[in-house]
């Protein structure tokens, strides 16, 4: 699989969302999320990895989602495809030519 993807293995459609801080009247704030913008992808695994959360093992599926380059996407932001969000944990320009933005992203279950 190459790093950068003919144009027509961007075949899945997703959905960039980004965070909304709300608020909440006590000092704290409720994050919730508003689409930004409906793109083609291409998503591919990359692995799982195993992490122990209050004394029980949890998997997370990491995966590779690859997109047009967009200047406003961020580690803050996740994508959403077919009802699975996939937080974003990096964003990198593979060859700093604004063609392609290359996201690890996180399952979140």
């Known amino acids: 699989m190459s790093v950068f993807p003919r144009i027509g293995a961007l075949r899945h ?3 960039l969302e980004a965070s909304v801080d709300a608020p909440d009247g ?5 994050r919730s999320f508003t689409p930004v913008a409906t793109l083609w992808a291409r998503i591919a695994p990359s692995g ?15 995966l ?21 969000k996939l937080r974003i944990q990096s964003v990198i320009d593979p060859d700093e030519r604004r063609r392609f933005l290359i996201c690890a992203c996180e399952e979140i279950t």
């Open 26 to 30: 006590v000092g704290g704030f409720s």
């Open 64 to 84: 590779v989602v690859t997109i047009r380059w967009r200047d406003d996407v961020s580690k803050d932001m996740r994508f959403v495809y077919r009802g699975r």
């Open 48 to 62: 799982v990895h195993e992490d122990f959360v209050e004394q029980r093992a949890e998997q997370a599926a990491t």
């Open 13 to 15: 459609r997703v959905t």
